[in-house]
């Protein structure tokens, strides 16, 4: 398999579009992977409409982004760079919100659902760190995070929160502007990519001559329709993922492996 894999790419500059699996070897857990319980996540309708939804989703990412932010990039995503420096791989679009493919050393990525280290607020459009937030937060909730931590641990979730069964004492922030509403600058269920964001990765995407897909299940459409694009250009299709994905019908090639095996095997086959 690894060498079917190596004789489509080889040669091509290729785009590689990866999910939470390529992530999961740096304890992020993903949504869909064979072993991951269900997920429930926050739609943006959610978010907007709810005071309580969001109150309950602000004290999670409290406690979660910090995690987030400790990851470190593993095998997966340190192959991938080395492969963009042997001129290998020619983009990354990343499903993908926790900037592991940046902390690795990858230089040319779209983070297509946004990032867990900006907030933005909806109504004036200021951003700022999620680090200047969570001091903000720590003043209006003070113990908080210690306290939970103490009485049930924390257990991680995707998006850079945490499970946590009761929020009704958390205190939520506004902006400091306007008094607007806050929203981290991530793209939530029920929202739209912004459209300069998917013009820019359907030209990464046709500037190419394969696509190499690590870790997504291509379940929501933001992904797959990069997939139906290179398809309908006639390009060689490489999906790495363990278990099904809606993409498998337009694979050239389907492995049932993990990311960072297939892409060091990968990086192994460079000359020099």
Avoid at 30 to 56: E, I, K, L
Avoid at 156 to 173: C, G, L
Avoid at 199 to 217: H, I, K, N, Q, Y
Avoid at 234 to 262: C, F, Y
């Amino acid at each position: 398999m690894i060498d079917r894999i190596r004789e489509l790419l080889g040669g091509r500059r290729v785009c590689v579009l990866t999910g939470a699996g390529i992530s999961t070897d740096s304890g992020i857990p993903d949504y869909r992977g064979p072993d991951s319980p269900p997920r429930n996540p926050m739609t943006y309708q959610q978010f907007v409409g709810d005071a309580a939804f969001r109150r309950h989703y602000w004290a999670r990412n409290h406690l979660g982004w910090r995690y987030m932010d400790a990851a470190r990039p593993n095998a997966g995503h340190r192959a991938l760079s080395r492969l963009e420096r042997a001129g290998v791989v020619h983009g990354v679009i990343t499903q993908n919100v926790d900037l592991l493919h940046t902390k690795a050393g990858s230089r040319r990525v779209i983070d297509l659902h946004g990032s867990y280290a900006q907030v933005r607020c909806l109504d004036c459009g200021h951003r700022i760190s999620r680090m200047t937030l969570a001091e903000r937060l720590d003043a209006a909730n003070p113990g908080f995070a210690d306290s939970v931590a103490a009485a049930t641990g924390v257990e991680i979730a995707p998006d850079a929160d945490a499970v946590v069964e009761s929020t009704e004492h958390f205190h939520m922030v506004d902006c400091d502007r306007c008094g607007g509403m806050l929203k981290p600058d991530i793209v939530y269920f029920g929202e739209s990519v912004p459209k300069p964001r998917v013009a820019a990765a359907f030209e990464m995407v046709t500037g190419c001559d394969a696509l190499l897909v690590v870790g997504s299940s291509l379940t929501v459409m933001s992904g797959l329709r990069f997939v139906r694009r290179a398809a309908r250009d006639g390009m060689p299709i490489v999906i790495v993922n363990r278990g099904a994905t809606r993409g498998d019908e337009l694979a050239t090639v389907k492995a049932e492996l993990g990311s960072s095996e297939v892409l060091e095997e990968l990086v192994a086959a460079l000359p020099g």
